[in-house]
């Protein structure tokens, strides 16, 4: 069963992680939520007598609680397939300038791992310092990385393992497309189906 | 400013709810999630000297903090401009089948309020005995529905105050119908934008 490692932050876009999260589990892709702390940490919920990471505020407000704290030495890229960063200002702010984050992302991209980024999420591939290579973002991110990046803005950009999207309106042709890549072209159908979108939509 | 009620469950389909709560909070509409309990309701978290709902665990294994208990005499159309019910299987059947929803979703559409119910939360409208009207939902209960409703498979059927909708992948659209029933056609397309859906995306 393919794997994929998702990072969460408060601030992070509660649409792009849970449509990516989701369509995954949907193709039987086995997923983990990790949380990034802020620097000022505000500390892990005591439930009974376990401490569990505490719930992520997504940028419109939905708490989510993560399936785990981020911890870099047993998350490598030995452990997942894919290493997936979703947008939101704030959250990817804290995600791409997290340096054992930085390690994480280059780990993955050089052992030929998926790695999805999305939205304000394509910022790690800068700070990752990821080789220079078609990529898209949010256009609100755009002048940061058209630099450093063969910058595009098709809905969903293939490059070697990198897979990069623009925001929560191209997160489900991202999702399927990490499906496609994990699981093959079948299981994307199989999985796109149930979602009943309408008939004309592009993906 | 509008506001919306959106129920969640254990077995709630988070992108559902994820994408409803999310694009109605981007269009300034003040959301607050209830969360119904199962019949063995598995106890609130205590947290310091309050005890917060206990999450909900979406369909496919997302954790969500709701915002409050459900608690129906606080929660009717004086309170709140619409009332939402997600979908998903398990989610849907815990919430249309609780009699004080049933009474609730009377009270929100013999009030003129609107009323969202997104695919198996279109259930709520039969269990609720609302009138016989257009109404869709997801393809795997239309056997359910379609004595009861003038049963459509257009992607969002407005009738008069009731809008149904019929999986994730009419969530979006759904969620601007909302918004556009709430807060007009210049608010609707002023949150598309920065949503960067494809150019010939069909909502």
Redesign the interface.
Known sequence: MPSALILIADGT???EF??T???L??AGVS?T?AYIAPADDKGG?E?GNKTAPP?AT????????PDRYFAPLELGPDKFDALVIPGGAKGAETISSNSPVQHLVREYFNKGKVVGMICAGSLAAKTSNLPKQALTS???VKTELEKDFDYSEE?VVVSKNLVTS?????A??FALTLVELLCGKDKREEV?G?????S????
Chains 1, 2 share one sequence.
């Open positions: 876009e509660e649409m849970t449509i999260y989701d369509t589990v949907r997923c939520s919920l439930i719930f997504g940028s419109r407000g939905i708490n989510i609680l949010h256009p609100s809905p623009r925001g929560p309106g191209t489900f042709p796109r149930p979602m009943v979108f309408p004309s939509t592009p993906w």
